[in-house]
């Protein structure tokens, strides 16, 4: 199973979500859409499978720093296109096991989908 992890290289939970998968022997790849962006075409496709809801972090410093209208009626468009111009507003870790997807990270979820998959 080839993994891709997405996020930012210097988070937190990145760091945690990669020591876990590294300690469990599980290759991955990482892709930092901070530095590499994310196409609208992945952004839109994770927004279909998983919600935008899902997907838009608001509580990080990028999205309450927003102008107040700009944080009103909030649609799968609008989403996108914030986290377009703003990647950091994806919340990371998005874990592509190629048929799903996961986002953020829990020990137990990461150990169900891929340790007793």
């Avoid at 997405?6 to 599980?26: P, Q, S, V």
């Avoid at 703003?86 to 986002?103: A, H, T």
Wanted: aromatic residues 8%.
């Amino acid at each position: 199973m080839a993994l891709t992890m997405f996020g930012i290289a210097n988070c937190d939970t990145i760091k945690r979500a990669k020591a876990w998968l590294n300690a469990a022997d599980i290759a991955f790849d990482f892709h930092d859409y901070k530095k590499s962006g994310v196409d609208e075409r992945t952004l839109r496709a994770w927004v279909d499978e998983l919600g935008w809801e899902v997907l838009l972090n608001k509580s990080g410093t990028t999205f309450r720093a927003l102008p107040d209208a700009a944080k009103q009626n909030i649609d799968a468009d609008k989403a996108v296109a914030l986290m377009l111009a703003n990647p950091s507003m994806i919340k990371r870790p998005v874990l592509d096991l190629g048929d799903r997807r996961i986002v953020g990270f829990k020990p137990e979820i990461y150990s169900a989908a891929l340790l007793h998959a």
